[in-house]
T-cell receptor
Framework: KNQVEQSPQSLIILEGKNCTLQ??????????LRWYKQDTGRGPVSLTI?????NTKSNGRYTATLDADTKQSSLHITASQLSDSASYIC????????????FGKGTHLIIQP | ETGVTQTPRHLVMGMTNKKSLKCEQH?????MYWYKQSAKKPLELMFV???????ENNSVPSRFSPECPNSSHLFLHLHTLQPEDSALYLC?????????????FGPGTRLLVL
């Protein structure tokens, strides 16, 4: 069964600290993995996308890693800011159209001042 | 947000009501999507339109009826909903309907069914 598991479910850290969010998947075949950020009251916004051959991708203070052998990905946030408070959703594609996407439940991140 | 807009942002309806959700994209995209997002559940794909033609056939109850009159507009018509249909309904668009396409989401309509 195609599944995407994210951990932790929720996380609270102090402003300025770093954190790492995890995504494990069993989706097969694998086409790409994407991380989305969803602010409260907003739709998700794409942060990074990685294909099989890519093992790291950065977008500002966000760095995503991918280990296609172990089927794991992480999203590292450096020097967190209050605006980083959001849900972070991992999405894995097995190709084809939108029905080839498997979404994780997300990690709810809270940055405290 | 001028990319993908959704109206209304909030909606409360009774189980016997009929209402419609509207989505408009200003990005010149060819594909549009409806998703349902319930608390503590992953996003669920409901409908996909590409070039105004419905291309996905997910198992969605018939009380949800999509309409795509042109490539910029997408509607979700609701009738005789159940309380478990309360959720955030997200519309998205992408340049084309493909695996590497980035989907751009609207802010969603928060629906409460009483």
């Amino acid at each position: 069964k195609n599944q995407v598991e994210q951990s932790p479910q929720s996380l609270i850290i102090l402003e300025g600290k770093n954190c790492t969010l995890q995504c494990n998947y069993t989706v097969s075949p694998f086409s790409n993995l994407r991380w989305y950020k969803q602010d409260t009251g907003r739709g998700p916004v794409s942060l990074t996308i990685m294909t099989f051959s890519e093992n790291t991708k950065s977008n500002g203070r966000y760095t995503a890693t991918l280990d296609a052998d172990t089927k794991q990905s992480s999203l590292h946030i450096t020097a967190s800011q209050l605006s980083d408070s959001a849900s972070y959703i991992c999405v894995v594609s097995r190709g084809g159209g939108a029905d080839g996407l498997t979404f994780g439940k997300g990690t709810h991140l809270i940055i405290q001042p | 947000e001028t990319g993908v807009t959704q109206t209304p942002r909030h909606l409360v309806m009774g189980m016997t009501n009929k209402k419609s959700l509207k989505c408009e994209q200003h990005l010149g995209h060819n594909a549009m999507y409806w998703y349902k997002q319930s608390a503590k559940k992953p996003l669920e794909l409901m409908f996909v339109y590409s070039l105004e033609e419905r291309v996905e056939n997910n198992s969605v109850p018939s009380r949800f009826s999509p309409e795509c009159p042109n490539s910029s507009h997408l509607f979700l018509h609701l009738h005789t909903l159940q309380p478990e249909d309360s959720a955030l309904y997200l519309c998205a668009s992408s340049q084309d309907h493909g695996q590497q396409e980035t989907q751009y989401f609207g802010p969603g309509t928060r629906l409460l069914v009483l």
